[in-house]
């Protein structure tokens, strides 16, 4: 595997090992020894996978208080662009984001640790979304960012109005100067 840390301190992409013959493949996705040797001890507890289809937009979501949560997140199946961004109040990166495309073709894994929004947009047909937490998920402490924070500025994909796909909670949710940070 190999681990390069993005610019934002702590982020981390995760390029696996793949072996290809005519029957498929083989990677091995989670290594504790390797993750911990570059990124640190994380004890993950919960594996979560979503489906999505074009133009979903999930985020920007994180976990507040003692119910922050690290993740390590990869595509199982299509395309999304993966986007993070820094809350943390007395980072360097305060407020600045990273967008990485996660595939089922280059099956690259995103580690997000705790103090950052994180969410995703669906590229291909469809997409299956996998990720593994360090906590328990917990709906109180759930915080959001809003996804078109003129702030943040995130340059998401443009895609038809009509295919871009949010739940109410998402299209609501506060701006930068309002957001929760960490």
Same mark, same amino acid.
């Given at each position: ?14 390029? +696996? ?99 950052? /929004? ?12 996998? /990720? ?17 924070? +003129? ?32």
């Amino acid at each position: 595997m190999q681990f390069t840390e993005q610019s934002i301190p702590g982020v981390w992409v995760i390029e +696996p090992n793949v072996f290809n013959d005519p029957r498929g493949y083989f990677m091995e996705s989670f290594k504790e020894t390797a993750f911990e040797e570059n990124i640190g001890k994380v004890h993950f507890l919960q594996d979560n996978e979503s489906k999505s289809s074009y133009g979903v937009l999930r985020g920007m979501h994180a976990q507040a208080g003692d119910a922050a949560q690290a993740k390590l997140v990869r595509v199982i199946i299509g395309k999304v662009l993966d986007v993070v961004v820094d809350m943390r109040k007395n980072s360097t990166t305060f407020g600045q984001y990273i967008a990485v495309e996660l595939s089922e073709t280059n099956k690259r894994q995103l580690f997000v640790p705790r103090g950052m /929004y994180h969410g995703f947009m669906v590229l291909s047909q469809e997409a299956i979304f996998t /990720y593994k937490v360090d906590n328990i998920y917990q709906p109180s402490a759930e915080v959001s960012l809003n996804y078109a924070d +003129p702030t943040v500025a995130i340059k998401w994909p443009a895609i038809p109005a009509e295919k871009l796909n949010l739940s109410p909670k998402d299209l609501a949710a506060p701006l930068f100067k309002d957001a929760v940070t960490f």
